[in-house]
């Protein structure tokens, strides 16, 4: 088997704080193959987004990487020089952000922020680069491309400016597009715009893609697998059609069974969604033994003392969950 | 047919759009934020209002609040007509339709006064409403917070030690200190994580049953509008495109905009054969309003008359109201 | 039942203000503005008892013995006018101060006042008040305190006014609080616009909450950390347009004023350097410490403008 085109092992993100060691993300494996679609779910303060922003070291101070090896096409980009690194950055993975609103620069039109980031990886001339800009945004679904190469980012809509984010990120290429909740700040309609967007680009490009979200309905419809996180470790991974159909990590199933479903009928008497009872874990001074231990209906004395370590349950699905046939380690 | 417990009648809200002379303003448009919307809701009913951002929604609840002043219609609570109680300001009157009906905020970080504690937002409406009753205060405080599944010491805290699902408890708490019969609801839970929107949407869904509450459920999330409503209204810049019982409007909508709604959301299950419709485009500017049908530019089904004529809101089954020269 | 409640009460955790003072504890600027600032007002405080000499003693000239460099008599020298440096210096604190404090008490009530009625009320109000506020900051302050100072001296010659003690201070410190409260103005006009549409006070207004209530018990308190940080930074500044003043020689002549000791001594600069650098070294201390102090106020109630 060809080795994965990113693999991420042992990851680990710890924030420096005056009270102690905040552990963001503690021990996280996952990988993409060429091509697939990796889908990262989790809650807030799940490490969702430290964990994808680590894979090129673009963690804000106060966190620091303290462990870990991320492969990318042979290579470790934790031990590469920065400078190394500045060549991959947004050439050969490329990042697609939240806010639209926020993630381009206000004082510079489109065309110059895109020709800048051509110039700059590509060395390419100014023709060249607006030649290459101007089919890239067409790709993206953008009506009139010439005009919008002029405008500034105010004058663009959240989903258009969405769209030229896309366009940015695929500007050099990249092997791997890197998506942070990438439609979280859109409207539904605009909302499903971009996800048919990134679809379609992924299949016509053969771009591999890891999508970060809290979003079950995005990743159902964008993943080939998913990778489901819990308070800075990985819970379950498995792909989309075994996670949605046969989860088995107690977290996973009720995340699913807690979301209200759109194609279920509610009226009649009054039915109350399952829920999970209590809050995350501090990763301040996180629990011993699972994360997840003291809100799971099914946990044992063993799971408050034992780590779970993630094990291999059936092809292609891995699960920690002592519960749930891995191995643990004592803490 | 029972009188309805909040009845909207034709509820406008227009933004006068300046341009600033050298002395005076003048006025070159109006941005219709809320334009001509009726609808009623009955006792212990859940009415959802649902769609995209800058359609309106949380101006008309607002506008039922006199948060902003209507332009025109009307709005009856338990048959009275508030918007002139408002106007005229008697306060002994306006605290009586407070009492009526209550707001609970989107944003649970920025709806508590950060500089006072639980139990200080918690009394506030007690001092207001009943100050003769200074000596039950406390133990009320207690039942509220219990109520809303916290515990009677979160009175002494600070809303920064809260998580966000606990201070959506507390907003929710503090409107239902004065017993009201309405809440009007802004996107209660879209802020929150996924597991904690199931308990919030479970409170509010006990809370209903057991103090016969109605709800005016604002959001953009159909699946938990699904859960929590009996009926459901669709806005569209400004208008009230459609309105049906929750089944019959997930069953058989009749606009296109809402069927394009509905088909949007990614439904957590990636078998699911979803028959999507894909609309082109984005929501107009409010400046630039389409004339005609306000959704006829995006919609596939449009005719030429869509584009000249607006449709009026009619009844097309029992309950169900529908604005479309060419239904679904 | 309500006291077992009460006794069951957990100690009641900090609040704004006492958080605020566990980050400003950790702003090293700040506790040092804080100390200098403290050292000011102790030597305010204690001035009369600690000073070795009455500050209007010229005694040492009549012995011709002005313009002394330090002794033991006198730990800072005298001054050309026979003065004891170290006594007029610390005489010179409660001067500050009063200028200070004084002068940004008025501005704060005013600016408190009007920006607030400004972003409150809005509209041609605001309109109307923040254009005042612009006329305000043109004028040149010092000309208008200058010939103000000048013109009412002469106008109370024989009238009661004349003999009400630091008459000239006390319009000094008027001047400079009538013309200090735009800044203050604009950061409550902000505030108060910014508050007035926040969820919590448009939560206030459904539960019924009064337009005082809202203004007084909602508003007014959360706009008051930004305000404080603009009344300690007003504070030093006060306090050097008044030296300012007085170095001029429009001071209070029957007041001690760092700024009115530089003037007496800045000709004999090269004879006897003490009697400039004394109060120098006063004024550059206690205008640091209030800017350092309004530094650390900032970081303490609004951490995220630093990050």
Known sequence: MAPPLLSVEGLQVQFHTRDGIVRAVDGVDYSVGRGETLGIVGESGSGKTVSSLALLRLVPPPARIAAGRVMFEGEDLLAKPERELGAIRGRRIAMVFQNPATSLNPIYSIGSQLGEILRWHEKLDRAAAEARILSLLDLVGITDPATRLRQYPHELSGGMKQRIGIARALLCNPALLLADEPTTALDVTIQAQILDLLADLRQRLGMAMVLVTHDMGVVARMADRITVMYAGRVCETASAATLFSAPRHPYTRALLESMPRIDHRYTGPRQLLPTIAGRPPGLLNPPAGCRFAARCPEAMAECRTTLPVETVVAPGHSVSCIRHGSQGIAA | MSAALLEVENLSKHYPVLRRGILLQRQTAAIRAVDDVSFRLQAGETLGLVGESGCGKTTTARAILNLVTPSSGAVRFEGRDILPVFRKGERSEVLGIRRGLQYVFQDPYLSLNPRWTIGETLREPLRIHWPEREAEWPTRIDALLRMVGLEPQHAWRYPHEFSGGQRQRVGIARALAVEPRLLILDEPVSSLDISVRAQILNLLAELQDGLGLAYLYISHDLSSVRFISTHVAVMYLGKL????????????????????????????????????????????????????????????????????????????????RLACHNPA | MEGSIALAAPPRPPGIWRQGWFRFRRNRGGMLGLVLVGLVVLVALTCFLVAPYDPNDQSAMLRGASRQGPSWAHLLGTDRNGYDVLSRVLYGAPTALAVGLGAMLIASILGTIIGGIAGYV??????????????????????????????????????????????????????????????????????????????????????????????????????????????????????????????????????????????????????????????????????????????????????????
């Not at chain 3, 003037?263 to 006063?282: D, I």
Request: net charge neutral; charged share 15%; glycine share 8%.
């Open chain 3, 122 to 307: 809005g509209g041609m109000v605001d309109e109307v008040l923040m254009r005042c506020a612009e006329f305000f900051l043109v004028i040149p302050v010092f000309i208008v305190i200058l010939a103000v100072v000048r013109l009412f001296g002469i106008m109370v010659v024989g009238t009661a006014l004349e003999r009400v003690p630091h008459l000239n201070l006390m319009t000094i410190i008027a001047l400079l609080g009538l013309f200090g409260w735009p800044p203050i103005a604009r950061m409550a006009r902000a505030e108060f616009l910014r508050l007035k549409q926040a969820d919590f006070v448009e939560a206030a207004i459904c539960i019924g909450a009064t337009r005082r209530d809202i203004l007084l018990r909602h508003i007014l308190p959360n706009a008051l950390p930004s305000l404080i940080v603009l009344v300690a930074l007003g504070i030093g500044g006060a306090i050097l347009a008044e030296t300012m003043v007085s170095f001029l020689g429009f001071g209070d002549p029957k007041a001690v004023s760092w700024g009115q000791l530089l003037y007496f001594n800045y000709e004999s600069l090269k004879v006897a350097p003490w009697g400039s650098v004394a109060p120098g070294v006063a004024i550059f201390v206690t205008v640091l410490g209030f800017n350092l102090l309004a530094d650390g106020l900032t970081d303490a109630f609004n951490p995220r403008l630093r990050q």
């Open chain 2, 241 to 320: 495109v459609e309105m049906a019982p929750v089944d019959a409007l997930f069953a058989a909508a009749g606009h296109h905009y809402t069927r394009a709604l509905l088909s949007a959301i990614p439904v957590p299950d990636p078998g699911a054969a979803q028959s999507r419709i894909h609309l082109q485009g984005e929501v107009p500017s409010a400046l630039r309003r389409p004339t005609g049908c306000p959704f006829h530019p995006r919609c596939a089904a449009a005719l030429p008359v869509c584009r000249s004529e607006e449709p009026a809101l009619i009844d097309i089954g029992p309950g169900h």
